[in-house]
Nanobody, 124 residues
């Protein structure tokens, strides 16, 4: 089992920044690709970003490219999402996820582990 705990959400004005963190425990962190997803009220959960086990490759949804950056620190068992130039449409609960298969994260298919989510609210 892998336990994932997100933190760093909150209320921010449009144009501001937040950094989300996701701390993992339970299994060898470097064995897992990691990702961030979000779900706005009344909408389906959607892919935001993914990172491979070693951090050498990343992927982003078009809606966040150039504004969000995913990174990981395998020594600290933590994945991050730096969010800049935030927009009201970024308002959502953000979830981190882990899977041994990068494609599962990238295409949101059969992901093994999810965190409980952290709420990000961007005011206009």
């Amino acid at each position: 089992q892998v336990q994932l705990v997100e933190s760093g959400g909150g209320l921010v004005q449009a144009g501001g920044s937040l950094r989300l963190s996701c701390a993992a425990s339970g299994r060898t962190f470097s064995n897992y690709a990691m990702g961030w997803f979000r779900q706005a009220p009344g909408k389906e959960r959607e892919f935001v970003s993914a990172i491979t086990r070693g951090g050498g490759s990343t992927n982003y949804a078009d809606s966040v490219k150039g504004r969000f950056t995913i990174s990981r620190d395998n020594a600290l068992n933590t994945v991050y999402l730096q969010m800049n130039s935030l927009k009201p449409e970024d308002t959502a609960t953000y979830y981190c996820a882990a899977d041994t298969v990068f494609g599962a994260i990238q295409f949101m298919r059969g992901i093994d582990y999810w965190g409980q989510g952290t709420l990000v609210t961007v005011s206009s």
